[in-house]
């Protein structure tokens, strides 16, 4: 097992599927309480607390030895240039034959994409990727198959029905008080599953020229209901600097928004990206908040980690939102290691998403009984803070939902019949005038004479 030390550039993610043992996490190992205990080491080796803000990125010795095998002509600079990490996206089979054994089955989705989400890596997150193993987690969020041509019932181009809520191009206002801002449809790496693929990644499809920012502005400006705004796409972080904070600046100056909000994959698909200039810009437009789109706990590198640390050290606050997908993470002992790692980078889980039904998801998406019982096993079981809120964004507009094993069990008389996170019960005084509103649910109160006292 590989050594823990103090410095990050002795860790080698758990991308590089070392044998069990190792002291790497391995996506296909699964054995109760055993991943807690290697995250424990896992988390030591890329001491996660010890990355601090620093005008430098560092590499890890993973990263450098990718570099060196694949793109030996360039500097240690260019690589942690995110213009550079742009610009030398993997997008053609051609470029990513190069770098990954690709199998029949993601040959021939990526030999015939027609108008499908397009393929797109950052060079660095495709460093993380598995070479060989197409079950790979990471790898199966971002490289295409021939699944994603099977349509099923249910499934639509806008699942979510934002095209309906949209009073002007690029804004959705679905909820009272806050909108939904498309600010671009370019995403640095593009996830299979990504609920806008009808919008992201097509030539064309690009909305959001400046007459379009100024249109959805106008509609926050004339609406004194909406005190949140929410910066989204595409992602926002791929905007550059100047055009970002022309965005923040133009609402900062709106009175009745209170706060804004971005929504980004960046700190995990392009770490580079968080520069020094890029936080001190965003302090100016505090309260600022941060959704960043996390997936798996093979993310929690280095890289990321000190992404997250800078934007942090700038007060902003930082919460993940994780979508729930089949064979990748839908194991509770993969989300305990990743909002466990999370916490100790200062991202609070906020919310686990059942995939959204899109064209072609069929082979993403779970039951959502699984979803309850990640939820069951980690509420509980590990710290309040690590518990994120489980919704299903409801087809067709109707908001998020949230949902949650059944802890209220019934009633009996003046008092309440929970179930707590061991399946025993309790009772909690809380009187009414007609005992009868609430009965005990069927099939889940197991009889009064196996409560527990008050």
């Given amino acids: 097992m590989k050594k823990a030390t103090s410095s990050v550039e002795d860790f080698e993610p758990p991308s590089t599927c070392r044998e069990p043992g190792s002291g790497i996490i391995t996506s296909g190992d699964r054995k109760q309480g055993h991943n807690e205990l290697r995250y424990r080491q896992h988390a030591k080796t890329i001491n996660i607390r010890g990355i601090h803000s620093q005008p430098k990125f560092r590499l890890s010795h993973h990263t450098t030895s990718f570099i060196k095998q694949f793109f030996p002509e360039i500097t240690r600079n260019q690589w942690n240039d995110w213009h550079w990490q742009l610009s030398n996206r993997i997008t053609s089979l051609k470029d990513l034959i190069r770098i990954i054994d690709l199998s029949e089955d993601e040959t021939l989705a990526i030999t015939d994409q027609d108008d499908n989400l397009p393929i797109a890596v950052t060079p660095y997150y495709l ?112 905007l550059s600097d100047e055009r970002l904070e022309w965005l923040l600046s133009r609402l900062r100056r709106i009175p009745h928004v209170e706060m804004l909000r971005i929504g980004t994959k960046a700190p995990v698909v392009l770490p580079q990206r968080i520069t020094p200039s890029l936080t001190r810009m965003l302090k100016r437009y505090h309260p600022l908040w941060m959704s960043i789109h996390f997936t798996h706990p093979d993310e929690l590198t280095p890289e990321t980690a000190q992404a997250c640390e800078r934007l942090s050290d700038v007060g902003i606050p930082l919460g993940s939102q994780t979508v729930l997908l089949k064979g990748i993470n ?100 809380d009187p009414v005038k007609n005992p009868s509103v609430f009965i005990p649910s069927e099939g889940t109160n197991p009889g009064y004479d196996q409560l527990c006292p008050l």
């Fill in 127 to 238: 460093s993380l990727l598995n070479r060989t193993e197409p079950l790979q987690p990471l790898r199966r969020t971002v490289i295409p198959v021939t699944a994603e041509r099977l349509h099923t019932a249910g499934e639509a181009e806008d699942p979510l029905g934002e095209e309906d809520d949209s009073p002007v191009p690029g804004l959705v206002h679905r909820y009272p008080d806050r909108v939904l801002f498309l600010v671009t449809s370019f995403c640095s790496t593009y996830c299979r599953y990504c609920t806008r693929s009808r919008v992201v990644g097509h030539s064309g499809s690009n909305v959001f020229n400046i007459s379009h920012l100024d249109g959805a502005i106008d509609y926050i400006e004339k609406n004194p209901s909406i005190r949140d705004v929410l910066l989204s796409g595409g992602d926002p972080l791929t």
């Fill in 330 to 429: 839908d194991d509770v002992d993969v989300i305990r290691l990743l909002v466990h790692g999370l916490l100790q980078l200062r991202v609070r889980p906020y919310y686990l998403y059942q995939c959204d039904p899109i064209v072609g998801s069929a082979h993403f998406r779970t039951p959502v009984e699984e979803g309850l019982k990640i939820i069951k096993g980690l509420r509980g079981h590990t710290s309040g803070y690590a518990v994120p809120t489980y919704v299903i964004d409801a087809p067709g507009g109707g908001g998020k939902v949230p949902l949650l094993p059944d802890y209220l069990a019934g009633r009996d008389g003046d008092d309440l019949i929970l179930k707590n996170y061991e399946d025993r019960f309790y009772r909690y005084p």
